[in-house]
């Protein structure tokens, strides 16, 4: 139905910055929001940074300051700008989206995550 395809994980040393992608593909009416989530070894999955279709962010309270997302509302694409990053960032990050597909479907979707490590 939709896909979202990710990039940009990787690995960066403290104080580095990295960039994450996710695409979303398939015949999209709308997206009503999408977001980056992460999860940690022994750790509960959480929402790192949200945005919706009218441009409302949202951001966890540890990443405030550091990163931002932003998205290409034509080609269906959000982005995650990750500065000053910290070991305590290092997880694998996901990327999930929702909305209409045409013919009026709703989706609910999610990436298959990408490995962010900070680490010297």
């Known amino acids: 139905q939709v896909q979202l395809v990710e990039s940009g994980g990787g690995l960066v040393q403290p104080g580095g910055s990295l960039t994450l992608s996710c695409a979303a593909e398939g015949t999209i009416r709308v997206t009503y929001i999408m977001g980056w989530y992460r999860q940690a070894p022994g750790q509960r999955r959480e929402l790192v940074a949200s945005?919706?279709?009218?441009?409302?962010?949202n951001y966890a309270d540890s990443v405030k300051g550091r990163f931002t997302i932003s998205d290409d509302v034509a080609e269906n694409t959000v982005y995650l700008r990750m500065n000053n990053l910290k070991p305590e960032d290092t997880a694998v990050y996901s990327c999930h989206g929702a909305g209409m597909v045409a013919g009026g479907l709703g989706f609910n979707s999610w990436g298959q995550g990408t490995q962010v490590t900070v680490s010297s």
């Open positions: 945005i919706t279709s009218d441009g409302k962010t």
